[in-house]
């Protein structure tokens, strides 16, 4: 029995990227290299850094026993300056409950670590592993590092696209439900990709062949999307005026202001208004019925 209830705990045990590293050497030097990896960090001054620092850093820590702060303020890139957190009205901070029914200070270090989250003696929050590391996307693997064989590890790869789309979207949101509304008209909400993404006839009219992964790296950071992405369904596009072959992304794709400081990619690939009294990258405009 005792050898049993430890198997069952250990077939879901996290054992923590250094140990994938033994065996996966090269993958856990690139990863550990991205974004991901990165996005959980500590200041020297003791904090948290939510944020690699792509485009802004938000600081957190343990107030008492019971709560938690968000700083008000947050490091940007494009300012290269501190200026309010998003949602802050003044420099003081959000006091967050550790306990709140919401849980909403745990789940900012859900979607930023890997792993189970634990309590110090004091209440502290502390995360399996900071960053979005290997066992976010392939499972606890303690079983696998044990005994490795490819059954006893998720591998993405072998997902559909829609499936993809909910993997990632445990952290950049899932893609809405049908008969759920989401506000496309509201800027903020162009940061969940797979919402977005999600709306595109790319994807929807693709047999499952367009997923997060057709543009994004796993194990690296994303290099910049040349046109040969695009050119491998649309070969020949009819444009009324020239386009160059690079340059798809920013018409079909159009960066999007959140806020001053923050701007994200519009996943719902489609044609825009960019200019003129209509312009709308949020929404793309009807297209033309086509044959
Ligand atoms: C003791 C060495 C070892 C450790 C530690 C280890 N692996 Fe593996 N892993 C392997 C070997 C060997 C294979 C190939 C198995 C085969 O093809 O028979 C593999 C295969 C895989 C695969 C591919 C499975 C497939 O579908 O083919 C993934 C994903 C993976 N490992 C992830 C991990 C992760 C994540 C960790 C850490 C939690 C980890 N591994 C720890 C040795 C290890
Ligand atoms: C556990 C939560 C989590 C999961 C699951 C997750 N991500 Fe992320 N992802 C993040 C966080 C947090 C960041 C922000 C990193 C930073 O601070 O720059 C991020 C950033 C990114 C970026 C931007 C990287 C950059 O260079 O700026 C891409 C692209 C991305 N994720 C793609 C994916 C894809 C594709 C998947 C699914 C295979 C996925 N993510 C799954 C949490 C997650
Ligand atoms: C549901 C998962 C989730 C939760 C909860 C969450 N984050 Fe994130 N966070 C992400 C993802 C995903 C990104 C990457 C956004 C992108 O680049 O599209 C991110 C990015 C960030 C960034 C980088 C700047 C930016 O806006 O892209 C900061 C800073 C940040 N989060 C702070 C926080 C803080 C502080 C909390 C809690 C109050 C929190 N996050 C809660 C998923 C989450
Ligand atoms: C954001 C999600 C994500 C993270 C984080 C991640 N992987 Fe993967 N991994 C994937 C996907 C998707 C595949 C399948 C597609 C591919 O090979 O790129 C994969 C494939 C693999 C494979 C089998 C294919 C191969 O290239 O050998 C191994 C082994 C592996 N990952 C190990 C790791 C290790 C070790 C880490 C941590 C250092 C890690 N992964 C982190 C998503 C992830
Ligand atoms: C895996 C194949 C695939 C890839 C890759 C792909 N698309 Fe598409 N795309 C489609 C399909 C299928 C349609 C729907 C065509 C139709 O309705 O006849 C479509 C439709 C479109 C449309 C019309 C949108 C609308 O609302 O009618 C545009 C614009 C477009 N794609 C641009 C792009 C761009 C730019 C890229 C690269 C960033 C890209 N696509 C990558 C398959 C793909
Ligand atoms: C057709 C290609 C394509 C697909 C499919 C795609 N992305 Fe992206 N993504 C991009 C491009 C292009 C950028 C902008 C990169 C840059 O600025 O260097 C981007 C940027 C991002 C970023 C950085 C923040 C931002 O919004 O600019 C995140 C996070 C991200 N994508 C997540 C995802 C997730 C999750 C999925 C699946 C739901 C996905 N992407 C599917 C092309 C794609
Ligand atoms: C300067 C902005 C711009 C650039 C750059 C651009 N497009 Fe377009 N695209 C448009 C507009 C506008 C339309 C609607 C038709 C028209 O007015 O030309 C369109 C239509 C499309 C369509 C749907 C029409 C059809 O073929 O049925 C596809 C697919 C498409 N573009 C793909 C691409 C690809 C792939 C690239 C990169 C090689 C690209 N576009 C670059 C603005 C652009």
């Known amino acids: ?119 110090t003696r004091s209440r502290a929050i502390e995360p399996g592993e900071s960053g979005v590391r290997c066992e976010t996307c392939h499972g606890a693997g303690a079983a696998h590092a044990a005994q490795p064989t490819p059954s006893n590890i998720r591998n993405p790869s072998r997902l559909t696209s829609a499936a993809i789309n909910d993997l990632c979207g445990q952290c950049h949101r899932m893609p809405p439900a049908a008969g759920s509304a989401t506000n496309f008209e509201n800027p903020w909400n162009v940061r969940h990709q797979p919402v977005y993404f999600s709306q595109s006839a790319c994807f929807l009219k693709s047999g499952g062949r367009l997923s997060c992964l057709s543009c994004h790296g796993t194990h690296e950071d994303s290099p910049p999307l040349g046109g040969a992405k695009c050119a491998e369904c649309h070969p020949k596009p009819e444009h009324t005026t020239p386009v160059s072959s690079n340059s798809c992304v920013s018409c079909h794709m159009p960066r999007v202001n959140a806020s001053p400081l923050l701007a994200f990619t519009n996943h719902w690939i489609g044609v825009y208004r960019l200019t003129g009294p209509r312009a709308n990258p949020l929404r793309p405009r009807q297209q033309r019925a086509r044959r």
């Not at 209830?5 to 550990?32: M, T």
């Open 1 to 119: 029995m005792v050898a049993l209830a430890f198997l069952l705990l250990a077939a879901q045990d996290f054992a923590g990227s250094k140990s994938c590293a033994v065996c996966h050497s090269a993958i856990a030097k690139s990863q550990s290299a991205t974004h991901h990896a990165q996005a959980l960090g500590w200041t020297s001054d003791g904090r948290w850094a939510f944020g690699a620092g792509v485009q802004a850093i938000t600081y957190v820590s343990q107030f008492d026993e019971d709560t938690y702060v968000e700083h008000g303020l947050s490091w940007y890139r494009k300012s290269g300056e501190l200026s309010l957190t998003p949602g802050h009205a003044s420099r003081e901070g959000a006091v967050y409950r550790t306990f709140a029914p919401d849980a909403n200070i745990m789940r900012c270090f859900q979607c930023h670590s890997t792993g189970r989250l634990r309590l």
